[in-house]
């Protein structure tokens, strides 16, 4: 097993960058950026403005479940890699429930697991309203392990 520093050195460039040739096209859209991506947690911070909005003028509930997604999966990713070097994850099943609608603002999401095992990953990523601290949607993802050979 490869130490977490030299095993997710790759993914740890990520961290507070917004340059779309290192965290992405889609990210960089919207306005992704990860302020901690270990294997026990990633958190991201981001901003509602208008283009991220469905057609009533709020938060769109694709750009929620895409960030509980994406910080499952880096975190996810991250401990596997940690297993195994050649380890990758994909989500499976993405479970995502919205609380309270955001117009503007910033927000902070966080992820956590719930369970790690060999071959499958839950994790619980869960995001806020900076200005009150109310939290807007909560997602489980469920992620596949795969290792190289098997």
Known sequence: MRD????????????GS???DVIGGFLAYLGLELTELTADRAVATWTVEPKLHQPYGILHGGVHC????TLASLAGASWAIGRDPNARVVG??????????V???AMT????????GRSQQL???ESYADADGSLSARGQVRLQN????G
């Open 66 to 69: 895409s960030v509980v997604e």
């Open 109 to 116: 999401s966080t992820a956590t697991p719930l369970h790690r």
């Open 4 to 15: 977490d520093a030299a095993a997710n050195a790759g993914l740890g460039a990520m961290v």
């Open 123 to 125: 994790w619980l990523v």
């Open 103 to 105: 117009r503007v603002g």
């Open 146 to 149: 795969l290792y190289p050979g």
């Open 18 to 20: 917004t340059d779309p």
């Open 92 to 101: 499976v099943n993405n479970n995502t429930d919205f609380f309270k609608a």
